[in-house]
């Protein structure tokens, strides 16, 4: 497989989401380190559009879920109804089961139900009364949640962010990328009828090509600074190991998305705050954005 077909994907995505490049780079490039994304942004800003991009152009199975209060476990990953004629109780699949699954509003669920993922995107199973059932491959979660301090929302704890490799937001468009929006009568490309540039299994070769990407041990070292920074230093919750491995992944992937088969610190720096700031929770001044860029800024690259 060529990257020129991660350039393919790059720019069909690019007219669904219309003046957003970086967004849509740290969407591709979690997909390609094996992660799950979580978009956070107000309502109407083309979450949804994007995750239905990214399905179409990948050639993937596909469902939206729209998350509720009421909604229940069983509606995401499958119940076991009884047949009377076979006498038995027989599985009937959830949407968990696609290839690419889109939690919208995810925290407009119950505590409850936003668990029923956690296994999922763990360990890509789930279990149901005691069976163990193995899910698609590749499997990819995109859940959307809006800001916490709008009504109706159940803030995501901290196990399940961990669980997110990638946490980014689409922001307004520039205006010239609104009044190109506004000239097309339409909100850019429909997802829908985006051309498929990758199958698949040419997705997986790609995942292991991303994996086969080296990283120095000064490069490591540098990781492992900005890291231990973030345990010692205004924080209530460091990084944990799990975040290490999340940032090295997806250094990888951006180091893969732009030719290169070694990673720099460069490409930590440009993954850094998606994958770092909904891990981190700090008990001074800083939170969010603020945090990860004051980490950054404090701990200089090894060369």
Known sequence: MSQSNIQTLLNQLSQVLLGKPE?????????????????????????????????????????????TSDMLPADILGVSIYSKEQQQFIFHKGPVFNRMLLADEINRASPKTQSALLEAMAEQQITIDGITHPLSSPFFVIATQNPVDQAGTFPLPESQ??????????????????????????????????????????????????????????????????????????????????ASIALLQAAKAW??????????????????????????????????????????????PIR
Request: net charge neutral; with cysteine; charged share 15%.
């Open 161 to 242: 962010l961990d669980r997110f490799m990638m946490r980014i937001s689409i922001g307004y468009p520039s205006a010239e990328a609104e009044l190109a929006m506004l000239k097309s009568h339409t909100q850019a490309s429909k997802p829908a009828s985006l051309s498929q540039c990758l199958t698949p299994q040419e997705l997986m070769l790609l995942q292991q090509q991303v994996a086969q990407v080296s990283a120095s041990d000064a490069v490591l070292n540098y990781l492992i600074a900005l890291v231990d920074f973030s345990r010692q230093h205004n924080t209530a919750n460091g990084l944990s190991p799990r």
């Open 23 to 67: 967004q849509i780079k740290l969407a591709v490039a979690c997909i390609l380190a094996k992660g799950h994304l979580l978009i956070e942004d107000l309502p109407g800003m083309g979450k949804t559009s994007l995750s239905q991009g990214i399905a179409s152009s990948l050639g993937m199975s596909y469902q939206r879920i729209q998350f």
């Open 255 to 300: 180091a893969f998305i732009h030719q290169r088969q070694y990673v720099v610190p460069e490409d930590i720096q440009a993954v850094f705050a998606s994958v770092a700031e909904h891990r981190i929770r700090s008990s001074s001044q800083f939170q969010g954005q603020a945090l990860s860029d004051t980490i950054l800024a404090s701990v200089n």
